[in-house]
């Protein structure tokens, strides 16, 4: 196992842009590995317990006798750019094992529920032999999805009576997961809960499972981690994962390429004519988008 | 590039208003806490600094142990190679304590009556005359991929 002080500083590296992430990599030795890393990312709404799961996850797979990375997220503060990271108060417990690296990140500027350069932590603590890497998401609404990127595998942890069956169809957080946790079961709804998500998934036609659990003691957890082993090696986010970065790749070069358009004489015409209300915004929109894009 | 700090409580006492009051107050100054939470060993806060690379350590210590866990402390992190994290105190320690604690490379003691703003100013600039940012890219220089 490489020196956790050396992973450390190669993912600050990489945080801080100090350098890129092949010269970040270069400062670890490779290790030699038999299959990738799997990667398991929690995510679910603030305050869910998606820590407190993470820590008893650490412990199964500890118990498997497999070494585990965490990649926490918590969020930057939009105006000052401070963080306060505090997912590894619940997880102390593994705070003398070396098979085990906690590192928390602010998400900065992201605003997918990831810090920017979680992918490259996620990659770095792969090359520095870790087989198991949870990802745990800031805590996030209906539409940071980022984690899907990620993540070979998609825990959505919530809590009961956050709302009426209607928020199970809604779309976002919920079409990501690959298992539900209701976490919190002892309270009360939590078996409306897990009945709402069951329904939701079958009218779906998938086969999401959705576990109860109380982290905080235990319970429910092995049948999580269950669920994950079983999960593992399938293909079931690769697919989606690609499509997901491809989809964004694709939008990022658009907006780029648009972007440098904007000072064509042509653009700047239809600005003007909207700007004299010679044209609604859906006729400039239009027409920009065929300057832009259809070589118009 | 933010100032990454970890906040810690060793030992047993169980009061951590003031850590989470320093820890409010340099997130609202642009810094990055890692807050460890409370009865941490010096074992737990170095692994946690080293894995976490902070630019410096805050412990806030009330129990009057500071002779006993500073000094492991310091020890702990000269074993792990990371002498370079800056490390401070705050909390209730005896005015006649703080030079030793100074003398074993404790940076800086903030007493009772420093304001938060003392302290964002004192981390601002201890780690401006101490701080890491300089060694990390000399690494990344010397390993550069061709």
């Keep these: 196992m490489i020196a956790q002080r050396d992973l450390a500083r190669a993912i600050s590296a990489v945080e801080n842009g100090h350098g890129s992430f092949a010269q970040a990599a270069a400062t670890l030795p490779e290790t030699a590995r038999t299959a990738p890393a799997y990667v398991v990312g929690i995510t679910g709404p603030p305050g869910a317990g998606k820590s407190t799961v993470v820590d008893r996850l650490i412990e199964n797979f500890r118990s498997a006798g497999e070494t585990v990375a965490v990649i926490a997220v918590d969020p930057s503060s939009p105006f000052t750019g401070g963080a306060v990271l505090g997912d590894r108060v619940r997880m102390q417990r593994h705070a003398g094992d070396r098979g085990v690296f906690i590192r928390s990140m602010a998400s900065r500027e992201a605003g997918g529920g990831l810090a920017p350069t979680a992918q490259e932590a996620v990659r770095l603590v792969e090359r520095a032999g870790f087989d198991v890497v949870l990802v745990e998401t800031v805590g996030v609404g209906q539409v940071e999805l980022e984690v899907v990127s990620v993540a070979d595998t998609i825990v959505v942890v919530t809590v009961p009576a956050l709302g009426d069956g209607v928020q199970t169809i809604k779309a976002g957080l919920t079409e990501i997961a690959d298992v539900f946790v209701v976490n919190m079961a002892d309270r009360p709804g939590a078996n409306r809960t897990a009945v709402d998500l069951t329904h939701m998934v079958r009218e779906s036609g998938r086969e999401t499972p959705v576990l109860q659990t109380i982290a905080s003691e235990g319970q429910g957890v092995d049948a999580l981690f269950a669920a994950l082993q079983s999960a593992r090696g399938g293909a079931t986010n690769a697919a989606r994962a690609v499509r997901f970065e491809v989809l964004r790749a694709v939008r990022d070069r658009a907006a780029r390429s648009a972007l440098a358009k904007l000072d064509e004489p042509a653009a700047r015409a239809i600005f003007a004519s909207l700007a004299a209300h010679a044209c609604t915004r859906r006729q400039a929109t239009d027409a920009l988008f065929e300057l832009f894009f259809t070589g118009g | ?146």
């Design chain 2, 1 to 146: 590039m933010p100032i990454k700090v970890l906040v810690a409580k060793p030992g047993l006492d169980g009061h951590d208003r003031g850590a989470k009051i320093v820890a409010r107050s340099l997130r609202d100054a642009g810094m990055e806490v890692v807050y460890t939470g409370l009865h941490q060993t010096p074992e737990m806060i170095v692994a946690a600094a080293i894995q976490e690379d902070v630019d410096v350590i805050g412990i806030s210590i009330l129990s009057g142990a500071h002779m006993t866990v500073f000094p492991k402390l310091m020890r702990l992190l000269e074993e792990g190679g990371a002498s370079d994290i800056v490390v401070i105190g705050g909390g209730v320690v005896q005015a006649a304590d703080i030079p030793k604690l100074k003398a074993i490379g404790v940076r800086e003691i903030f007493d009772a009556d420093a304001t938060t703003q003392d302290l964002i100013d004192g981390v601002e600039r201890i780690v401006r005359e101490h701080g890491r940012a300089a060694a990390r890219t000399k690494l990344l220089q010397a390993n550069a991929a061709p």
